[in-house]
């Protein structure tokens, strides 16, 4: 497996108001392409700083951050934007739909912008929302939405798919169908999933689990056999 | 359970206001605005009727200035003075008058004797006169320099006038303002050219007539504010009182005068009667006298004559006798020349006979002796016989001779006696002649005596002549005197008194109307703040309370009541509301009347703005604002904080995303792009929001286009004047008026400056109209080609001179008056004719109001033929002011008046409105900031975590700008569109208010300025997205997008 992402001795502190909060410290691991890799730990953990350093959203204070050999801590913020632009597909865990775009002029917000962007009908298509295009999230539900907002980091075709929490806001079944999209993704399309989580129930579904506790990694554990999400029981 | 002081729940509120100051300052800043215009305006008025107060009050206006037809003496003012309820009376002096400044230009000015305790002059320049013969100039009309010159009074005023002034020169020694003047009007006049320059102030001393030509009263009672109902009450309680004493003086200086009169009229008829007598007697004896001496001198002459005659005729008499002297003479000469020569004849004969005889003798004798000898006795008997007959020759000869002799001797003795006669005769001529030389003499003599007494006769004459002609004159003087006293007396009306107070006086009731202008604009310019200021505080609010739901939720939930709660955001809006008014009350009380009074500076200098706070103003302003936020912000959020805890606590469900109305239109709506359907979409979604922003913006173009065309109107106005319709460069006037002769060697004369001239006949009329009697210039004239000097047209067409019998007149004129072509408008002549005269056109002017006629019409209605004593000219020459002083030097002209200098005042008074201008650019400025800093404000925070997730999505940072502003330019473009015709009609409105007594304004809003406001408006919009972008860059992607936990 060829290391896709790389983080080196990440560290991250933040300084509000004189007072220093230390989120993450010596924070190493890899994740290769293609992989679904769920990073898994309690509240307050570190997890979110870690992905957010890793979706181009924060900077990181110590240590560096590679993609496919680029190195991102080391971008400017245009570079930042660059970056996100195009080779990051962000999931979020309360989806961030714009609320006066119906689900297929969301899509669209991010075919406008990326270089190679898959078509947004297509992307809604395979997220199972052909029905849906012209609705406003408004008129959709939860996992509907949650489904949009896949389809837009999708639509972009980036080289990363980062998703913050995406089953938190929802349902059992749902959930299901959710994660379900997410690892076809990687093992159809060989997308590189990072997922967030404090459900530690669905790492099986992952080729690659890391731990993260009191803002550092505990442990990386490498699933040699994927358990398809339909036989995850939580 | 104990109260406790909630510290920290105030700390809560004020932290509040510091950490979301944007929004803080928002409300309060549009209710500064709104206050402030609102206030700012209606105080105006206030301030400008207090700043005149004081001023009129400090320097003692009168009250009632009163006149009579027979003026005012002494005894009648301390009369006056003495009555209750009368604090001052002080009499003066006032005449029109015609004189000559330093320039040389002549004026007509009204000078007015200076008083004491009355009508006191501020002085501006100089130093008040100590000599008779210094002045006070009118600090208005006059330049600082003509402080040390010189005035003349003019040798064309009547023998009245002339005898007024002590003076023929007085020195200018400073300049003076005068609280009867305080505008610019200074009046019309029967003199020369109809309208009074300026006016000027002398010492009493400087100006002596028999009486006062009025008297000026205060009333002790009239302390209110002037135009206020009470000063109005107190003087209309003491006018009639006023009125009936000023009669009855009146009355009693009448009956005075009159008896007097008579009295005078009575002696002197009687002095007259003697003198008559006098001079009756005095004739007689003179003529007397004169008949005396005309006899005596008439016998002299007869007697001179008589003499003449004798003379004469002894004078013929002895020339006759000289004569006949002179033949006799001459008779005698001859006749001795013939006596000698008879007598030598004679005698020559007779010797010659003799001779003869005696030849014939001696041969006879001879004969004898010989015949003797001979003896022959026959020839001796014959020669005997011969000898005999020769003796009896001889003795006839002899006898002859004797006879001659005798004859001569007789002859002689004839001529002797004849001579002797004429010696004697001789001697009685000479004789006769010395008597005639001596007679003559004395005939010289006495005439002489004659003619001398002759002549003392005439000179005594003519003395007497002349001295009877003389007293004969002055008696008939006297007479005529007395007569013309008698039928003056006869003529004398009963006196008529005319009590005027204040609302008489132009500038006073000009300061009324002028002050009140403001007052329509203030009715409508601030509900409009208002309104926006309401909207912003219920937009802002709602949007703050939606912000602070679940800690709203939180705190109910913690225990604390709603109304506590309520309060936080009650007090937010309020407090803001509360400081808002504050600073829009002062700032407004401030800013406005110092604006709209230096507006005004060129018509009202005479005093700074006293600023006054109406805090009644305040109390209502300040009511409307706490409502617009406070109470509005009680009502929004009643419906959240009577919702449970709970759900206050739940994210609120974000607002349906709405379809435009645009999308039902595919055909545009697939062809915009992606971005611009988005802010679409955005625009249309919150309808409070999107009526805000309208209106706000729209208000902004509004004003700025009123603003704009405020100046677009007003500045032009010289050029719409004086370029396209008086297009005189001069306006010219003669001391006296010239017939058509004079008229065609004027214009032979200035041929090599003026290119064309017009002779005019003026006058000054008061047509009614709906504003009162208004002053209209009449312009007179038969010359066709006063149409080339003065263009009557109406709506881009040309108009015609008005017909005999017809009148054109301006439209503001027209306007007021309520007449349309075909109407009459009715005017007054003078004091006592009134007249219709039908209106033939009615075109387009500026400046003044006017009326055109031919000179037939003016004759028919003035009474009089036209008088063309002024001229209107235009000059090719580039100096006009070497044009107009060559006219005043070389030309005969009294007066030039230099359009230029005119359109030059006119551009002065209209560039102080720039600041007025400028003001209202401001303001339109400030509220379109307010309300788009507030909308995106509210937009921002609204939509952090939308922006936040296009920031993660990869919108570079002029992308998120574009996508918050876009929808900010969308609203501006809407309002501008909305704005347009809104400012087309508060730009109406506000020209509609703006209404000087002298000018009309041409409603004109130029294409140029529709742009610039638009354009403005884009600007300040652009303003704030540079402004807001910061705080796009500001928004967190990591803090927005977390949960809401």
Request: include cysteine; charged fraction near 20%.
């Amino acid at each position: 497996m060829t290391p896709y992402v790389v983080f080196e001795n990440v560290g991250k502190t933040y300084e509000t108001e004189g007072v220093k909060v230390n989120a993450l410290h010596d924070v190493s691991f890899e994740i290769g392409q293609g992989e679904v890799c769920i990073i898994v730990g309690q509240s307050g953990a570190g997890k979110t700083t870690l992905l957010n350093i890793l979706g181009g959203m924060d900077t990181l204070t110590t240590g560096s951050v590679s993609l496919g050999g680029d190195k991102i801590s080391a971008y400017n913020r245009r570079q930042l934007t660059r970056y996100r632009r195009e080779d990051v597909g962000f999931v979020f865990q309360f989806y961030n739909l714009i609320p006066n775009l119906t689900a297929l002029e969301n899509v669209e917000m991010a075919t406008e912008l990326a270089k190679a962007p898959f078509s947004a009908k297509q992307v809604l298509q395979d997220v199972g929302l052909s029905e849906r295009m012209q609705n406003f999230p408004a008129q959709l539900s939860g996992g509907e939405q949650q489904r949009v907002a896949i389809a837009r980091a999708l639509a972009k075709n980036p080289k990363l798919l980062l998703c913050d929490e995406p089953t938190g806001a929802l349902d059992d079944t749902t959930g299901r169908q959710v994660l379900k999209i997410l690892q076809d993704l990687s093992r159809e399309k060989g997308m590189t999933v990072v997922i967030i989580t404090h459900n530690s129930a669905i790492t099986d579904m992952a080729d690659r689990v890391v731990k993260v506790k009191n803002g550092t990694v505990s442990s990386v554990r490498i699933n040699e056999t994927v358990k398809p999400i339909e036989e995850i029981e939580w | 359970m104990v109260m406790r002081k909630k510290n920290a729940w105030k700390k809560n509120q004020r932290r509040e206001v510091t950490q979301t100051l944007g929004r803080f300052v928002a409300i309060l800043a549009i209710v500064a605005l709104g206050v402030g215009f609102f206030s700012g305006l209606k105080v105006t008025k206030n301030a400008m009727i207090d700043t005149a107060d004081q001023y009129l009050r400090e320097y003692a206006m009168f009250d009632e200035k009163v006149m009579t037809t027979l003026g005012v003496d002494e005894a009648q003012v301390a009369s006056i003075a003495a009555m209750d309820g009368v604090s001052v009376a002080e009499g003066a002096v006032s005449m029109d008058v015609l004189a000559t400044l330093d320039s040389g230009a002549s004026y007509v000015l009204a000078a007015h004797s200076i008083t004491s305790e009355v009508n006191k002059l501020k002085l501006t320049a100089g130093r008040m006169p100590s000599a008779d013969n210094e002045c006070l100039g009118d600090a208005r009309m006059l330049p600082l320099s003509a402080v040390g010159t010189k005035i003349t009074i003019s040798t064309e005023n009547d023998a009245d006038t002339l005898d007024a002034f002590v003076y023929d020169t007085y020195t200018i020694v400073g300049l003076t303002d005068s609280p009867t003047y305080l505008n610019m009007e200074r009046g019309t006049t029967s003199l020369a050219g109809g309208k009074i320059t300026a006016y000027l102030y002398l010492p009493a001393g400087g100006i002596s007539t028999d009486y006062f030509t009025e008297l000026y009263v205060k009333f002790t009672d009239a302390n209110g504010k002037i135009f206020s109902d009470a000063y109005d009450n107190a003087v209309a309680k003491m006018e009639d009182p006023l009125k009936e004493k000023i009669e009855l003086l009146t009355d009693a200086r009448y009956q005075d005068i009159v008896t007097k009169a008579k009295n005078e009229i009575a002696d002197a008829e009687v002095k007259y009667q003697d003198g008559l007598s006098e001079y009756n007697q005095q004739k007689a004896d003179a003529e007397k006298k004169l008949s005396d001496a005309a006899d005596k001198l008439a016998d002299a002459k007869a007697q001179i004559v008589t003499g003449w005659s004798t003379i004469h005729s002894n004078e013929s008499a002895l020339n006759d006798a000289q004569k006949q002297y002179d033949d006799g003479l001459a008779a005698y000469n001859q006749g001795v020349t013939d006596y000698e020569a008879s007598k030598t004849d004679a005698f020559a004969q007779l010797d010659a006979s003799q001779a003869t005889l005696d030849e014939q003798r001696a041969q006879l004798n001879a004969a004898l002796d010989a015949a003797t000898l001979a003896g022959d006795t026959d020839q001796i008997a014959y020669l005997q016989g011969q000898l005999t007959t020769l003796d009896t020759a001889q003795g006839q000869l002899d006898a002859q001779r004797q006879t001659t002799v005798l004859l001569f001797e007789g002859s002689q003795a004839q001529l002797d006696a004849t001579k002797a006669q004429l010696d004697a005769a001789k001697q009685q001529i000479d004789d006769g002649t010395a008597a005639l030389a001596q007679g003559k003499s004395k005939l010289k003599k006495a005439e002489e005596q004659y003619n001398t007494g002759y002549q003392d006769y005439l000179d005594g004459k003519a003395e007497a002549d002349q001295k009877l002609a003389d007293a004969a004159q002055e008696l008939a003087d006297g007479r005529k005197k007395i007569d013309d006293a008698q039928t003056e007396l006869n003529k004398l009306k009963t006196p008529s008194v005319y009590v005027l107070n204040r609302e008489t006086n132009a500038g006073y009731v000009n300061f009324e109307n002028d002050s009140s202008i403001v007052n329509g604009i203030s009715k409508v310019f601030p509900v409009f703040f208002f309104l926006v200021a309401a909207l912003v505080t219920m937009t802002t609010m709602t949007r703050m309370v939606e912000e602070q739901r679940t800690q709203i939720g939180t705190l109910k939930a913690l225990g604390y009541g709603g109304v506590t709660i309520a309060w936080k955001y009650i007090s937010y809006a309020g407090g803001a509301a509360l400081l808002g008014s504050l600073v829009g009350f002062f700032g407004g009380s401030w800013l406005f009347p110092w604006v709209i009074w230096k507006a005004y500076g060129m018509l009202y200098g005479f005093a700074p703005i006293i600023y006054t706070l109406d805090w009644t103003l305040f109390a209502v302003s300040l009511a409307v604002t706490l409502f617009c936020s406070a109470g509005v912000t009680f009502l929004t959020s009643r419906a959240e904080l009577s919702l449970m805890p709970s759900e206050l606590m739940r994210p609120k469900a974000p607002k349906e995303g709405k379809r435009v109305f645009l999308e039902r239109i595919p055909f545009l709506w697939k062809r915009l792009g992606f971005m611009v359907k988005i802010s679409l979409r955005n625009v249309f979604r919150y309808t409070k929001r999107l009526i805000m922003m309208v209106l706000g913006i729209g208000g902004c173009t509004a004003l700025l286009i009123t603003g704009f065309g405020i100046r677009d109107s007003i500045a032009n106005i010289a050029e719409d004047q004086f370029d396209n319709i008086m297009t005189y460069d001069f306006g010219v006037v003669f001391e006296k008026p010239k017939d058509a002769a004079q008229q065609a060697d004027f214009v032979a004369q200035t041929k090599g400056i003026l290119s064309s001239c017009v002779f005019v006949c003026t006058d000054t009329i008061s047509a009614y109209t709906n504003e009162g009697l208004k002053n209209v210039n009449v312009i007179a004239t038969g010359d066709k080609n006063i149409t080339s000097l003065i263009s009557m047209h109406i709506n881009g067409q040309q108009l015609s001179y008005p017909p005999d019998g017809s009148v054109a007149i301006s439209d503001k004129l027209a306007r007021i008056a309520g007449v349309s072509v075909g109407d009459s408008i009715r005017v007054k002549i003078d004091d006592t004719r009134e007249v219709s005269l039908p209106v033939s056109a009615i075109f387009e002017n500026y400046v003044y109001h006017y009326m055109l006629m031919t000179p037939a019409t003016y004759e028919s209605t003035f009474g009089t033929a036209c008088v063309y004593e002024a001229a209107l000219a235009n000059s090719a020459l580039t100096d006009q002011h070497v044009a107009a002083a060559s006219l005043l030097d070389e030309h005969g002209a009294a007066n030039v008046s230099v359009t230029s200098d005119t359109r030059d005042r006119v551009n002065n008074m209209m560039s102080s409105l720039n600041l007025v201008i400028f003001v209202i650019i401001f303001c339109a400025g400030a509220l379109a900031f307010v309300v788009l800093f507030n909308l995106s404000n509210i937009n921002i925070t609204e939509r952090v975590r939308e922006i936040a997730t296009i920031k993660v999505l990869g919108f570079y940072a002029p992308e998120v700008g574009a996508y918050v502003f876009r929808e900010n330019l969308v609203l501006t473009l809407l309002g501008s569109l909305a704005g347009i015709p809104l400012g087309m009609w508060l730009h109406g409105f506000v020209m509609g208010q703006l209404s000087f007594d002298m000018v009309s304004f041409h409603v004109v809003i130029k294409p140029l300025s529709y742009l610039l406001s638009v354009a403005m408006t884009f600007a300040f919009a652009f303003g704030v997205d540079l402004f807001m972008r910061p705080r796009l860059a500001k928004i967190n992607m990591v803090e927005s997008l977390k949960a809401i936990e």
